[in-house]
Nanobody, 122 residues
Framework: QVQLVESGGGSVQPGGSLRLSCAAS????????MGWYRQTPGKERELVAT???????NYADSVKGRFTISRENAWNTVYLQMNSLKPEDTAVYYC????????????????WGQGTQVTVSS
C-alpha cells in the first residue's frame, strides 16, 4: 500500500555531514506530519525531528543547531541534513509519516521506513 524508502546513510568522521532522504510512494491521498527517529541497540527508538505539512519543525535537544529537517510536498519526500556529526549520533535512522489513503478510510495512519544506518567514527 505505502512504502517509505530511506537513503543517504553511511559512515562519516566526527564533524562531518550526511543528508538522509525518505520518499513515500504507493497509495497516498495525503501526508500529514513526517519525521525522523533513531535507535541504537538496547535502547528505545527516539525522536530526532518532525515537520508538519506547513513546515513547522520540532527537534530533539541533542540535535538542535546541527540537524535540519525539510520536506518537498510535491515529491512526498522528507530530508534530514545532519552537520557536525558526533559519535553519539550513530544509530539506525527511521523515516516516519502519517499518511491517509483509501485503505485507511482516508484517516491518517502511521508508517515507518526500513531504516538506514548512520555511523560516526574516526
Amino acid at each position: 500500500q505505502v512504502q517509505l524508502v530511506e537513503s543517504g546513510g553511511g559512515s562519516v568522521q566526527p564533524g562531518g555531514s550526511l543528508r538522509l532522504s525518505c520518499a513515500a510512494s504507493g497509495s497516498i491521498f495525503s501526508i500529514n506530519a513526517m519525521g525522523w527517529y533513531r535507535q541504537t541497540p538496547g535502547k528505545e527508538r527516539e525522536l530526532v525531528a518532525t515537520i508538519t505539512t506547513g513546515g513547522s519543525t520540532n527537534y530533539a535537544d541533542s540535535v538542535k543547531g546541527r540537524f535540519t529537517i525539510s520536506r518537498e510536498n510535491a515529491w512526498n519526500t522528507v530530508y534530514l541534513q545532519m552537520n557536525s556529526l558526533k559519535p553519539e549520533d550513530t544509530a539506525v535512522y527511521y523515516c516516519n509519516a502519517d499518511i491517509a489513503n483509501y485503505y485507511t478510510s482516508y484517516r491518517p495512519r502511521n508508517y515507518w521506513g526500513q531504516g538506514t544506518q548512520v555511523t560516526v567514527s574516526s
